[in-house]
């Protein structure tokens, strides 16, 4: 969980030196996090990109294009959103940025006030975003009564039938009749499933 924001990384993309260097110093006075690459390769083979963040990516890069790292990041299963910058983009790279998943793309020459906007956004949308995944991986417990919550709690622990019953003083027939309505109630097929949502929601 990021504390600050003095913590979040804004991964800057571009081979321009001077822009980063400027780019960088403005954010870090706005209190993110600059982490420079001058490549998409250098960019690519940074293999500590954290789960928050950002992506600042500029389109016309000398050794592979914006769109074909956004590609690369997409099918490694990265989720940090990107908010490309080009110079000289056509309609169609913006559309094609977008719909691979581009939350911004700002034309240079841009303001420092339109980057912070950009950023900010992309921040906010990756924050709902996640939230949202969150909620619909959470298991429905909210019916369970307060029998089948303790059996839950230890179930999703991965206690064995007779754990339970022995740890709630109960019979494992009654444990197995709790799980079957724990089950039915949060909508999964197996005490697996229950067991990896509730994990993916943590």
Same mark, same amino acid.
């Given at each position: 969980?990021?504390?600050?924001? #003095?913590?979040?990384?804004?991964?800057?993309?571009?081979?321009?030196?001077?822009?980063? %260097?400027?780019?960088?110093?403005?954010? +870090?006075?706005?209190?993110?996090?600059?982490?420079?690459? +001058?490549?998409?390769? *250098?960019?690519?083979?940074?293999?500590?990109?954290?789960?928050?963040?950002?992506?600042?990516?500029? %389109? %016309?890069?000398?050794?592979?294009?914006?769109?074909?790292?956004?590609?690369?990041?997409?099918?490694?299963?990265?989720?940090?959103?990107?908010?490309?910058?080009?110079?000289? +983009? $056509?309609?169609?790279?913006?559309?094609?940025?977008?719909?691979?998943?581009?939350?911004?793309?700002?034309?240079?020459?841009? +303001?420092?006030? *339109?980057?912070?906007?950009?950023?900010?956004?992309?921040?906010?949308?990756?924050?709902?975003?996640?939230?949202?995944?969150?909620?619909?991986?959470?298991?429905?417990?909210?019916?369970?009564?307060? $029998? *089948?919550? *303790?059996?839950?709690?230890?179930?999703?622990?991965?206690?064995?039938?007779?754990?339970?019953?022995?740890?709630?003083?109960?019979?494992?027939?009654?444990?197995?009749?709790?799980?079957?309505?724990?089950? $039915?109630?949060? #909508?999964?097929?197996?005490?697996?499933?229950?067991?990896?949502?509730?994990?993916?929601? $943590?």
């Amino acid at each position: 969980m990021v504390s600050s924001q #003095d913590d979040i990384p804004v991964y800057l993309v571009d081979d321009d030196s001077d822009l980063l %260097n400027a780019l960088s110093l403005y954010l +870090s006075q706005v209190g993110f996090n600059p982490v420079l690459f +001058s490549s998409s390769q *250098e960019f690519l083979s940074f293999d500590k990109l954290s789960e928050s963040g950002c992506v600042l990516l500029d %389109n %016309n890069l000398p050794d592979m294009s914006g769109l074909d790292v956004q590609k690369k990041l997409s099918a490694r299963g990265e989720k940090l959103p990107i908010v490309f910058m080009s110079g000289d +983009s $056509r309609f169609k790279d913006v559309v094609t940025a977008i719909q691979g998943g581009a939350v911004g793309f700002l034309e240079k020459p841009f +303001s420092l006030p *339109e980057l912070k906007t950009a950023i900010d956004e992309a921040l906010e949308q990756a924050r709902q975003q996640a939230e949202t995944l969150a909620a619909l991986s959470e298991p429905d417990i909210s019916s369970l009564t307060r $029998r *089948e919550k *303790e059996v839950y709690k230890l179930a999703i622990k991965g206690y064995s039938i007779k754990k339970i019953a022995d740890d709630l003083d109960i019979s494992t027939s009654t444990v197995e009749f709790h799980r079957s309505n724990i089950l $039915r109630k949060a #909508d999964v097929t197996s005490i697996a499933e229950l067991i990896a949502r509730a994990l993916e929601s $943590r």
